[in-house]
């Protein structure tokens, strides 16, 4: 992904998301790359906590592409890297594998609110479906921000849920450090509807037979 997109200019410009999961290029949105600190409506509707958020800037969003790109930033104290009996040789201190799964869902919560419009306020919630490739290619010590970067390659829709596939790219400058390919389903949970939590097959994609299908590459 990186090889192709961090070429553009600064500015983006793409449409907003239609009902069918389609998108067109006439946008009110624009954002330029380094000028989108966190919004504070966007952190109070993400279902995880800052802690589990660790986003501490949004890079890109590319409508249009259905690509976003963000920071996270790396420490000692990040979630279970605190917890390794670290060496400096024989296991040296890094953001930790499961952390970097954690962070591909908190990428597809960035693109689902700005690009796909799904609000957890409004009650939309999403799951991990399907891991269908995960690669870790180097140690990300702490230090250097990652730079993570998510492309959704299929969506399709139904009246109440949503199910996406994705494509991550996560680099600490220019050493990329872990690729993936998954999918999620995304739906919407009324208060009232005990029984609106996937089970089965859901979360894996077999959507609803009148579901609406586009595909971007």
Not at 4 to 10: E, G, L, Q
Not at 73 to 97: D, F, I, K, N
Not at 127 to 144: N, Q, S, V, W
Request: hydrophobic share 35%; with cysteine; aromatic share 8%.
């Amino acid at each position: 992904m990186r090889g192709s997109d961090c070429n553009r200019s600064a500015t983006d410009v793409a449409g907003p998301p239609q009902a069918d999961g389609a998108v067109t290029a006439e946008s009110e949105f624009v954002l330029e790359r380094g000028a989108m600190p966190l919004d504070p409506e966007f952190v109070a509707d993400c279902p995880y906590g800052p802690g589990g958020l660790l986003i501490d800037e949004i890079l890109e969003i590319d409508r249009e592409k259905h690509f976003v790109r963000v920071r996270m930033a790396t420490h000692e104290e990040l979630p279970l890297t605190r917890e390794q009996r670290a060496h400096p040789v024989r296991h040296p201190r890094h953001v930790s594998g499961g952390l970097m799964v954690h962070m591909t869902g908190m990428v597809g919560f960035v693109h689902a609110y700005y690009v796909l419009g799904l609000k957890h306020k409004d009650g939309w919630i999403g799951y991990g479906g399907r891991i269908y490739d995960a690669r870790f290619r180097a140690l990300a010590k702490p230090g250097e921000p990652l730079v993570l970067e998510g492309k959704v390659t299929q969506v399709r829709r139904s009246e109440a849920s949503v199910f996406a596939r994705y494509e991550f790219e996560f680099f600490q400058g220019k050493t990329l450090v872990y690729t993936g390919e998954q999918s999620a389903m995304w739906m919407k949970i009324n208060q009232s509807d005990e029984a609106g939590l996937p089970s089965g097959g859901e979360l894996e994609g077999r959507s609803p037979s009148n579901a609406n299908a586009s595909v971007s590459r």
